[in-house]
């Protein structure tokens, strides 16, 4: 594992009016690392999340990403970065089909404009085929491309999910953030979930994700940050922080 | 029903052919100038509810002001080759180019505004457009509006009925055209995402923003194509022409022919111009039997005629279906 | 001058306001442009000439009957048309198409029966004046102004402190939840429609009476300035439809006196749009945050 660190929130603060949502957290991850975030309901998982992929613009600290200042571009100019994120309630283009949303997900590598469009010319053709090239790959990896003219939103639930991870992994990022990925998993999907990570890893992935299963977060992550009420109590491999009596007392502790 | 869609949807390019060889034909076979007049009538009101199409329909903003874009477009056309004397062919892009540009101008407050705010920004637009045609009397002459706009002509040559006719409908397929290589690509696919779920569509490297002033330039660049073809067809126009109440025709046949659909743009326009003409003869009634009719239509389908309904999907579903029963 | 025209302006403002309320409610329900609210200003005072001048009724039965009978066109236009349509899960500008088909028939209607001429609205209440310094209120405008105040109040209570109205702002906030409770969704949307062609009915009346006369081209100008007085108020909040109408009415009368009459109807929309850019939620809706 390298040490070059890809991504780092300084110091990060989000209110919203009153409320204090993330305090003053600080977080990393390394190149090819799969780092979690846990914390109980309303600790602030999300928010951060959302701080660092530009949907809120922290109301303090600095996000880098490599050794770039992203602290409030918008989403579209980090995802073009190499960031791609999947959202806890999945949220999926309805009327485009499987295949068309993973095809949106290249978007950001693409450059046709409107007149190439319109004039159909030779860079918008190429590009277009590589498109669709791309994102039949990507569905063949994650077993969906059986099902890629079917609308998305026709897909069962776990699929749903396979199907953002797809569509995340088709902006080519080098950085992927997972937003619950179990959710609503049986076991058996969730063991299948843990072999998906660990071979985007080997891919040459890194991975930051938010869970709730405790046995996923355990067995897969290289380092665990534990937040709670906005702020980091805990961070370091999963063995150290089961061990660390603030998280036990936060969070651990009631959940037993 | 269902069959009938799927069979449309395998031999669609064929069925494009046919309407279009139909519409060719249609001035040859129906020559009395009545008749190619109304053809033309329902080509132009066809161009205004495809680009009102483009930007309901694959957007998902409603266009209540529609008339506003049109009414720019046939002012612009007929200024300027009244005052300047411009040819056709330079007034119907001067047209698009003014109108593109008014509408990325209403396209910016959607920056902050969500979609019904802006729809009432349309409306708003349009009544200012009106409030305008009607006053600036130096420049549109109010309410006695423009007079004697030249017929089209190319070279010393006019144009008699049926090469009006051929004219607008060499415009209705390019936008037909232009429309689908827009929507078949990666702007079109960001549109759709865009409306579909503008959150996740900036999450995936979409600019939201951008995308829907652009949007609304072209759409509105080819409503004022529709503008000015009308102004030099018709010879005549003042602001009545460009009320709310054309606006709200406008946005009738484009939800009723269904949106997102060009096919249904052009059933809405034609179903919609025709109707009244047929009418003609209850007088007075006929307005009324339209809005019963109006009615009738939406309770049946309110998604509109072919709403709903991508003939692309259609035909990729069932040829993977085909595959399976292959194997 | 100045205030000669601010009351002229509150006068006709008042009335944008209570079209607005009712067009305001049903918004905040459905998310619904409802355009036939339009044709049912004009209807209503069409009815009264009908009963009042050429019947020879009295006033007030006529003006009652009216007011009643567009309530029940209203209500019945969501119980047979739109009903149907939300049934079918169909997008709202599938209904938004029904009421302008609605509108459509009302309007020409009322020209096949009526003719296309403008009909004149005689004065039921010949009152006097009031002085006050040099501006003149004349007994009409108190009328208008106390009746529409007090039409708003009563709304105002009906919607914020009846079980009726609580239903009403549940189905607003989220219809589903509404359902689950309990709530009768589709009979309270009903009524809302029944108040909303009432109070569009009750306005049309009393500002035909103020102008002396109705015509059906009042049918455009009217639909597009409740819709614009409740955006600018902020949708589905009450008080803000009252203050969007009566800014609209002020703002074009005062427009009308020290500019241009012929830019009234302009200015108003000029200033509703910058109003619009820098101020999305309108003066007094609520601001929603994106959860993501």
């Known amino acids: 594992m390298s040490n070059e660190v890809i991504l780092r929130a300084k110091q990060v603060t989000q209110r919203f009016g009153g409320l204090c949502a993330v305090h003053n957290a600080d977080l990393e991850v390394r190149k090819h690392e799969i780092v979690g975030i846990i914390g109980p309901n309303g600790a602030g998982k999300s928010t951060l999340f959302n701080n660092i992929t530009g949907m809120y613009k922290p109301t303090e600290g600095q996000i880098y990403f490599h050794d770039m200042d992203i602290t409030g571009k918008t989403p579209y100019e980090i995802t073009k970065l190499g960031m791609a994120r999947t959202f806890q309630n999945i949220r999926l283009f309805p009327t485009m089909t499987v295949l068309e949303n993973v095809m949106l997900g290249v978007h950001s590598k693409t450059k046709a404009n409107l007149l190439d469009v319109i004039f159909k010319t030779k860079r918008a053709k190429k590009e277009e085929e590589e498109t669709l090239k791309k994102a039949e790959e990507i569905l063949k990896l994650t077993g969906l491309y059986e099902a890629r003219y079917n609308y998305a939103t026709s897909l069962p639930y776990g699929y749903q999910r396979h199907l953002e991870f797809s569509r995340a992994l088709a902006s080519s990022p080098e950085l992927l953030l997972f937003d619950e990925p179990a959710a609503g998993m049986n076991e058996r999907e969730t063991k299948e979930l843990s072999d998906f990570i660990f071979k985007l890893r080997d891919m040459g992935y890194s991975i930051l994700l938010i869970e709730h299963d405790m046995k996923l977060v355990m067995s897969i992550c290289d380092r665990i940050y534990v937040l709670d009420h906005g702020e980091v109590i805990a961070n370091g491999e999963p063995e150290e922080v089961r061990n660390n009596p603030d998280v036990i007392e936060a969070y651990l502790g009631k959940e037993e | 029903m269902k069959r009938l869609l799927h069979v449309w949807a395998k031999h669609e390019k064929y069925v494009n052919v046919v309407l279009f060889a139909a519409a060719v034909v249609y001035p040859l076979i129906f020559t009395r100038q009545y008749l190619i007049n109304v053809g033309i009538l329902c080509l132009v009101y066809v161009l205004l509810s495809l680009s009102l199409n483009v930007l309901t329909g694959y957007m998902g903003i409603t266009g209540l002001g529609w008339a506003g874009f049109f009414g720019i477009g046939a002012y612009t056309a007929a200024i300027l080759s009244t005052k300047a004397g411009w040819n056709f062919i330079l007034t119907f892009l001067a047209a698009m180019a003014v109108t593109g540009m008014f509408g990325l101008l209403i396209g910016m407050p959607t920056r902050k505004l969500s979609g019904r705010y802006v729809a009432i920004v349309t409306m708003a637009f349009c009544e200012i457009c009106r409030a305008l045609e009607t006053n600036m009397d130096w420049l549109t002459r109010g309410s006695r509006g423009i007079p004697n706009i030249p017929r089209l002509e190319l070279f010393g040559m006019k144009f008699n009925k049926q090469a009006q006719y051929y004219l607008i409908l060499f415009l209705v397929l390019l936008a037909v055209i232009v429309m689908g290589r827009i929507v078949n690509s990666r702007i079109g696919r960001g549109v759709l995402a865009v409306k579909d779920d503008d959150i996740a569509a900036s999450a995936m490297g979409v600019n939201p923003f951008s995308y829907k002033v652009m949007i609304f330039g072209v759409a509105a660049s080819l409503a004022g194509l529709a503008g000015a073809f009308y102004a030099h067809y018709i010879g005549f126009i003042d602001p009545s022409n460009f009320t709310f109440d054309q606006s709200t025709i406008i946005i009738s046949m484009t939800i009723m022919g269904g949106l997102g659909n060009p096919m249904g743009s052009v059933l809405g326009a034609v179903t919609l111009t025709v109707l009244p003409e047929i009418l003609r003869p209850l007088m007075d009634v006929r307005q009324i039997v339209y809005g019963v009719m109006l009615i009738i239509m939406m309770i049946v389908r309110p998604q509109g005629i072919l709403g709903g309904f991508n003939l692309k999907h259609i035909r990729q579903q069932d040829s993977v279906h085909k595959e399976v029963r292959n194997e | ?292």
Do not use: C
Request: charged share 10%.
């Open chain 3, 1 to 292: 001058m100045l205030f000669q025209q601010l009351v002229n302006g509150l006068t006709i403002g008042t009335t944008y306001a209570l079209v607005a309320v009712g067009f305001s409610m049903v918004y905040s329900v459905l998310e619904l442009a409802n355009f036939a609210n339009g044709a049912f200003y004009v209807f209503a005072p069409y009815i009264v000439v009908l009963l009042y001048v050429s019947m020879g009724w009295g006033f007030i039965p006529a003006f009652l009957i009216a007011v009643i009978a567009t309530g029940v066109l209203g209500a019945f236009m969501d119980r047979f048309i739109l009903t149907n349509i939300r049934g079918r899960k169909a997008p709202i500008s599938s209904s938004m198409v029904a009421t302008l088909g609605v509108s459509t028939v009302i309007m020409n209607g009322l020209i096949a029966i009526f003719g296309s001429d403008t009909k004149a609205v005689p004065n039921a209440f010949p009152v006097g004046k009031v002085y006050i310094g040099s501006v003149i209120i004349t007994g009409n405008q108190l009328i208008i102004i106390v009746l529409s105040v007090v039409i708003m109040a009563v709304l105002s209570i009906i919607v914020y402190r009846t079980k009726r109205g609580s239903a009403m702002r549940a189905i607003a906030q989220n219809t589903v939840a509404a359902q689950m409770m309990g709530v009768h969704v589709n009979r309270v949307i009903t009524v809302t429609f029944f108040i909303g062609s009432v109070s569009a009915a009750i306005a049309g009346t009393m500002v035909a009476m103020y102008y002396g006369s109705v015509d059906t081209t009042l049918y455009t100008t009217v639909s597009v300035k409740t819709f614009a007085s409740a955006i600018l108020g902020g949708i589905g909040s009450i008080p803000g439809a009252m203050l969007g109408g009566v800014i609209i009415g002020m703002l074009e009368t005062i427009v009308a006196g020290y500019v241009s009459s012929a830019y009234k109807d302009m200015i108003s929309f000029v200033i509703i749009i910058i109003f619009l850019i820098f101020r999305p939620t309108g003066l007094l809706g609520h601001k929603k945050i994106n959860k993501v």
